[in-house]
């Protein structure tokens, strides 16, 4: 067992090294083929807002070379909806399910988050920090949210900015980081406007081994978990030298969901 909150009084045991990050299966409802939740420790959701978000308009996907970058603008049904139509179907998985909080609605994190307190099926949350944040800011959010909830909080981090913002988020009681929000980029899209958001897919995992090396050489003493672009056991294996404890796959179960499998059989073997 993996254990991501070791100073938590919840515990937040993880029975594989595999995590299915942000949206990778949707709200434990969109499979790709041959992927099931025995596959994975957690599964973390979509971003969730309190009241429902429309998001961006279509044209959220650009291309680039070995990625791509895909800006949803959080678009979710809203917090009631989806503990509505989802909560009964996460107790009955025995995988913990985390939901991710939407990283444009700040002023809704403590009313989640503490709402999730009552709320059986969820195991914890995983904050996400946008990029261009400050320690400040950092140090602020996971303040809010920590004295909201006593659930196990992961906060996810730009690999760029990992190292400064770390120790903030740590000191304002995160549990876990994920380090794995690729930089911000831009690419044409196929109408020919241009789309600026986070790198993702293989080109994003330079920039996850690099945050991760050096966010462990910081000793924080918190589990760190790898999440962007990793897709090969290379790739999962080079973060667990770094100095991560699990590893969370999104992209590849979208674009080659047989070669998640195989990932994740070679890593259990």
């Known amino acids: 067992m993996i254990e991501l909150a070791p100073h938590n009084k919840h515990s937040l045991a993880l029975a594989a090294p595999v995590m299915a990050g942000s949206g990778a299966v949707g ?37 680039t070379p070995a990625g791509f970058i895909l800006t949803t603008g959080d678009h979710n049904p809203g917090f009631r909806r989806v503990m509505d139509d989802h909560a009964l179907e996460w107790r009955r998985l025995a995988v913990p399910i985390l939901m991710a909080l939407a990283g444009s609605t700040v002023e809704d994190w403590d009313r989640i988050a503490g709402r999730l307190e009552e709320e059986p099926g969820v195991a914890g949350l995983e904050l996400h920090v946008t990029a261009g944040a400050r320690p400040v800011d950092v140090a602020n959010w996971v303040g809010v949210v920590r004295r909201a909830t006593t659930l196990p909080l992961l906060v996810k981090l730009p690999s760029s900015q990992a190292a400064t913002l770390a120790p903030a988020a740590v000191g304002a009681g995160a549990d876990a980081l994920v380090i794995g929000s690729g930089p911000l980029a831009a690419a044409v899209r196929q109408d020919g406007a241009r789309l600026t958001g986070p790198l993702a897919g293989p080109a994003a995992f330079p920039f996850t081994l690099v945050g991760v090396a050096a966010v462990a050489e910081l000793g924080l003493s918190v589990p760190i978990v790898a999440g962007g672009g990793i897709c090969r056991l290379e790739d999962a294996q080079a973060c667990f030298r770094a100095g991560a404890m699990a590893i969370q796959l999104r992209s590849l179960l ?16």
Not at 257 to 265: G, K, N, Q, S, T
């Open 254 to 269: 979208w674009v080659d969901p047989a070669a998640a499998v195989r990932l994740v059989e070679a890593l259990r073997g």
């Open 27 to 63: 709200y434990a409802d969109a499979w790709p083929p041959g992927i099931s939740a025995t596959m994975f420790g957690a599964l973390v959701t979509p971003p969730v807002s309190w009241r429902p978000r429309r998001g961006h308009s279509p044209g959220r996907l650009a291309e």
